[in-house]
């Protein structure tokens, strides 16, 4: 008979009324299996911390929303979002399942490149691009998203040294109904700038303008914010047509749109948050289709997607460093994963998971990861059974931006797996190691050596 964990008994304040409007967590679930492969054995094998891919969970995901769309409007077309997880392993499984790449920086561009995405089928977004970068998508026949009268200016410099013609985008700002309005980028609609950027663009005849963009927010939870701005870039369409005789390809209503995750602040869980994916299809291709764009005239509808479709494939795996009581009483937990890796832990309450059998006691506590910073927390207050030195736990939802954000403070970045459709596991980034660090490092040789 297995022997029992000892929980020192502990004397905990009650305070009239529920902890919150909704009660406490009445069960807790072990998380030890990640399609079939035991947490345990994966992080024998790779080490912990240990994020985990899911291509099973990515390929679901990504049919179940492509199918959304593309029963409500004719022609739909993803951009895979580098800046979202641009690890060439993730990148390819949407390539794969035909997503074109959407990158907003040279090396993003360069990255998709190499992974073998044809020029024309990269879209280039962001306010920074060099000469060099815009040079080289040129080169490449790519959809150029142009953010600034700035960046328009220096594509007509370069026409006159290239001999191709760039084919271009601007991206749109817009009053949506959603505040703030996100008018750091793009030219704004309604002060006429947008329309001022046109035909500057289309009066010069050294571009092809081939699109309009938009990307309003991140994490919208306001469906109908999309079709505000779908219906404004359908009129901006028509008004290029019926001044200059010219017929867009396409209407790009870039990504935002939310994952099932915990934001901070919010009582309820992001499952019972989140509108459902066809609430957003159903307004965007609704604006579109009852716009004045003839049926014959439709532009492809692209999407720029990320945490939408690769956050909930994404896990993070961890193990108890150590447990304690603060001043207060309270107990804390230190992992060996904090805000270095797991950044999204800032604006998310990321969904906790031990992975292993556990006592059905609960109290709240705090998460805390590694690093000898107080700003290091996890979860501030998290409802689970007592954890030990050496307890394995999952975090969830975290496919989006942690493998692009992620730092080397004090700890180096882990192992990444990803899982493929018959359960084998696959190590595609390596963790770092202290000769990571050091090879892109220069020493003066009159600082070579010393003496202590």
């Not at 074109?100 to 990269?122: C, D, M, T, Y």
């Not at 579109?288 to 492809?300: K, V």
């Not at 290091?376 to 050496?390: M, T």
Request: include cysteine; glycine fraction near 8%; aromatic fraction near 10%.
């Amino acid at each position: 008979m297995e022997k029992l964990k000892y929980e020192r008994p502990v004397i905990q304040k009650l305070n009239s009324g529920l902890s919150n409007k909704f009660g406490s967590a009445t069960e807790i679930e072990p998380f030890t299996h990640i399609d079939g492969v035991p947490v345990k054995k994966l992080i024998e094998t790779y080490g912990s911390p240990l994020f985990v891919f899911s291509e099973r969970q990515i390929r679901a995901k990504y049919e179940e929303v492509k199918t959304m769309f593309t029963t409500r409007y004719p022609k739909v077309q993803f951009g895979w979002s580098y800046k979202t997880n641009y690890l060439n392993a993730i990148c390819n499984v949407y390539h794969q399942m035909g997503s074109w790449a959407e990158v907003v920086s040279g090396f993003e561009f360069e990255k998709a490149l190499k992974n073998g995405v044809p020029g024309n089928k990269i879209i280039f977004n962001g306010p920074d691009k060099t000469e060099a970068d815009l040079s080289l998508a040129i080169e490449h026949n790519s959809l150029i998203h142009i953010d600034h009268f700035d960046e328009l200016y220096t594509i007509q410099k370069l026409t006159q040294t290239l001999d191709k013609k760039p084919k271009v985008a601007i991206r749109v700002n817009m009053d949506t109904g959603v505040y703030p309005i996100w008018d750091r980028f793009g030219f704004n609609y309604e002060n006429g700038q947008a329309w001022d950027a046109v035909n500057k663009i289309m009066s010069s005849g050294q571009m092809d303008m081939v699109g309009l963009h938009c990307h309003i927010g991140t994490f919208m939870l306001t469906p109908s914010a999309y079709g505000v701005a779908a219906a404004k870039l359908a009129n901006l369409f028509m008004r290029i047509k019926q001044k200059f005789g010219q017929v867009l390809h396409y209407i790009d209503v870039g990504g935002g749109l939310p994952s099932p995750n915990n934001l901070k602040g919010t009582y309820l869980p992001g499952a019972d948050m989140v509108p459902p994916i066809e609430d957003f299809a159903e307004t965007i291709a609704t604006a579109l289709l009852n716009s004045d764009i003839p049926p014959n005239e439709l532009p492809l509808l692209i999407l720029e997607s990320g945490r939408l479709l690769i956050d909930e494939a994404g896990y993070l795996l961890g193990t108890v460093i150590a447990t304690k009581r603060l001043s207060s009483g309270r107990r804390s937990t230190v992992l060996d994963f904090g805000l270095n890796t797991l950044f999204t832990s800032m604006w998310y309450n990321h969904k906790i998971s031990p992975a292993q059998e556990v006592s059905n006691f609960k109290e709240d506590m705090v998460l805390y990861g590694p690093l000898c910073m107080n700003i290091d927390v996890v979860r501030e207050s998290i409802i689970l059974p007592p954890l030990s030195k050496g307890d394995l736990v999952v975090a969830h939802t975290v496919g989006a931006y942690n493998v692009t954000q992620w730092m080397q403070f004090i700890a180096m970045r882990p192992n990444v797996v990803l899982i493929d459709m018959r359960g084998n596991p696959h190590l595609i980034r390596r963790a770092e190691t202290t000769e990571t660090l050091n090879q892109m490092e220069e020493l003066p040789e009159h600082l070579s050596q010393f003496t202590l």
